[in-house]
């Protein structure tokens, strides 16, 4: 090869693997320089420097005569290069590198983050998000990617399968199914104040079904502060959801809570237009298009730890209802700076009536 002229790019960012360091080892053996041993590698010189003090020992090479003399050991010490020491030197660096298990360091956290999770139902950044808006009195502090990655890799009692869904990331195409009409007022013509999510009184609703699609559960969501409401169905029709949506309305002191409401196209919604005469805006989502109602949807998916699908309604009260709801409410939210749903609301009941609890 032609030492003036190098094809070889230098590699950045890459660590030498053992063919180079055998080839590292035979050029040292023949008397090559480090710079000319880097230029045919492709590499710093600096690294190859480097490789050659990892994977130097010393070495006795006996002497070939021995003189009469008592210094005369019979042999003599030179520094050697070997590929495998270099190898191994490099491997027990790896082991060594990345940081240390600090969620240990504190296991009253430990405990703290699987009982919330395992016992409350929050996610790993409900939890930390909570504390640090909250304030907390633990010897350390990590973020919820940490908690995250222990629990990836078996570290904590908690197992993903008790995590909340992770977020998915993948975009829903938008479709529109011209077979199916619409209840009503299409979501198209819905004000433009709705989809800011700055106003409050702006609502999604949904039924949750039960075992052999003979119980329901009716769920209202706000879209400003994810305060939603569960409203136990005897039965699917549309004069029961108009019911339930009376009772709640008196159980609110009126309908002053309510400037529109968004629901599914489902048939239990036939009626629902009939809101319109209290001065309550009534829109319907398109066709199989869930997506349009994404806050609902996600508030029946946090209703599913507590109800999973196939679990017949008719074994729940209202007051059970009541109690789950008070629990997802009370989540951290991480939309509200870890603020829950419930404080949330509570706020916008003080600007309106001066109180702070329904």
């Not at 790993?124 to 907390?136: R, T």
């Not at 529109?176 to 979501?187: A, V």
Request: with cysteine; hydrophobic share 35%; aromatic share 10%.
């Amino acid at each position: 090869m032609n030492q003036e002229h190098f094809s070889t790019s230098a590699q950045k960012g890459k660590h030498l693997c053992l063919w180079e360091r055998e080839e590292i080892e035979k050029a040292l053996r023949c008397g090559a320089g480090i710079r000319s041993i880097a230029k045919v590698l492709g590499r710093s010189a600096s690294t190859i420097s480097r490789e050659i003090k990892r994977g130097t020992v010393k070495q006795r090479i006996r002497k070939e005569y021995v003189s009469s003399k008592r210094n005369d050991l019979g042999y003599i010490e030179k520094e050697i290069y070997f590929a495998d020491t270099g190898q191994t030197a490099a491997r027990n660096n790896t082991g060594r590198r990345g940081g240390k298990y600090k969620l240990f360091e504190d296991m009253k956290l430990v405990r703290y983050i699987e009982e919330k999770i395992l016992k409350d139902k929050w996610s790993p950044a409900m939890v930390i998000g909570w504390l640090k808006e909250q304030g907390h009195d633990f010897k350390i502090m990590v973020c919820f990617k940490t908690v995250y990655n222990y629990i990836d890799r078996g570290q904590l009692t908690v197992k993903n399968i008790d995590l909340l869904l992770k977020p998915r990331l993948k975009v829903k195409k938008r479709r529109i199914r011209q077979q199916k009409r619409i209840l009503g007022k299409s979501i198209e013509l819905r004000p433009l104040e709705v989809e800011t999510r700055e106003e409050f009184g702006h609502w999604e609703g949904d039924t949750i079904i039960g075992k052999g699609r003979n119980s329901a559960v009716l769920t209202l969501v706000g879209r400003k502060t994810n305060k939603g409401f569960m409203l136990y169905l005897k039965d699917r029709r549309a004069c029961s959801v108009m019911k339930a949506f009376s009772y709640l309305s008196d159980e609110l002191k009126g309908t002053r809570l309510f400037k529109t409401v968004t629901f599914d196209n489902g048939s239990e919604f036939a009626d629902c237009s009939k809101l319109e005469s209290d001065g309550i805006g009534v829109y319907f989502a398109r066709p199989y298009s869930a997506y349009e109602r994404g806050i609902n949807e996600n508030y029946n998916g946090i209703i599913r730890r507590y109800i999973p699908k196939g679990k017949d309604l008719n074994a729940l009260t209202q007051s059970d209802l009541i109690r789950i709801n008070n629990q997802i409410d009370t989540l951290p939210r991480k939309r509200h700076n870890f603020k829950t749903a419930q404080m949330m609301f509570d706020r916008e009941l003080e600007n309106i009536f001066g109180y702070t609890a329904v």
